[in-house]
């Protein structure tokens, strides 16, 4: 098996739905799903039956909550040579798995390869990705990665976990920063880490509106941020620097008379603050 892709679900249909169709149009094939269900229901059991005759479908049940406990669930039933992390709601472009699968045939060196996201018009989503090519450090892994666009050898992922108190769902206020805690591990124990802005999983943009649901995300994704960067001991002029971004976008939203966009900044603002401290 080349590829295991782990896949927590918990709350939606429609968008594994969407995600499995991306999977039948995949010119690569030699990979399974494994969906970490963590739904009280049968809403999947339909869905996913339907895929079995197209390609290996392992369906875990985790009545625990947590994306990160999920991923780790899925990690202890890996086949796949490399192993990779979607998102329930993002979708794969068709050659994704095919360019993946060079990439490592051909840098047999490299641990793991991340990607950028893209909404549906190939704009960054969810973060200020990078956009020039190269490997991954402490400093840079904040906008040369996220979850579901990490691919890693499985070999690799033998050494490590995700924190099962970081993310959404963990019970924690740290809503997010596992997957930065993750290859931040993996680069302590000397993992070579490569960014490349080509491979791209298409995820929607959450943000714009900036309601009140973004600024309770904002807040909690600050505080995984914030969190991840004390527990790394990230020197002071970082936290400055992480803290100092969204404090001049509140700034400059409130003299531009754009109040729910200042909310929203002030929130990623404060959660930082929170994690940190």
Same mark, same amino acid.
């Given at each position: ?23 039948? @149009? ?31 479908v392992l ?9 990160? *406990? ?5 990690? @202890? ?43 549906? @018009? ?5 973060l200020d990705?990078?956009? @020039? ?8 892994? %904040? ?14 992922? *033998? *050494?490590? %976990? ?11 206020? %740290? ?52 969190r991840v ?49």
């Amino acid at each position: 098996m080349r590829f295991s892709l782990v896949m927590p679900t918990l709350g939606r249909v429609e968008e594994p739905a969407r995600f499995l169709a991306s999977l039948r @149009e995949q010119r690569f094939r030699d990979f399974e799903l494994i969906v970490v269900d963590q739904n009280p229901d049968e809403r999947l059991r339909p869905l996913l039956a339907a895929c079995r005759d197209e390609f290996p479908v392992l369906h875990l049940r985790l009545r625990e909550s947590g994306a990160s *406990r999920a991923r780790n669930a899925g990690l @202890e039933r890996c086949r796949g040579e490399i192993v990779a992390f979607p998102d329930d709601d993002c979708r794969y472009p068709a050659g994704l798995l095919e360019h993946v699968s060079g990439f490592f045939a051909g840098n047999p060196g490299i641990d793991v390869l991340c990607g950028r996201l893209v909404d549906d @018009e190939g704009r960054s989503s969810i973060l200020d990705f990078d956009l @020039e090519a190269g490997l991954v450090d402490a400093s840079n892994v %904040w906008v040369r990665s996220i979850e579901s666009t990490i691919f890693v050898r499985r070999g690799a992922t *033998r *050494r490590v %976990w995700f924190d099962e108190n970081l993310g959404k769902g963990a019970g924690t206020p %740290w809503g997010s920063g596992e997957g930065t805690d993750y290859l931040l591990k993996l680069l302590e124990l000397g993992s070579l880490i490569y960014y490349d802005p080509d491979v791209n999983v298409i995820h929607p943009s959450p943000v714009p509106p900036y309601d009140r649901r973004a600024c309770r995300r904002a807040y909690s994704y600050g505080c995984g941020m914030g969190r991840v960067l004390r527990k790394y001991k990230y020197p002071v002029r970082s936290r400055i620097s992480y803290l100092s971004g969204p404090a001049a976008e509140a700034v400059r939203s409130l003299a531009g008379l754009r109040p729910d966009r200042a909310g929203y900044y002030w929130n990623v603002f404060r959660g930082r603050l929170r994690g940190m401290l």
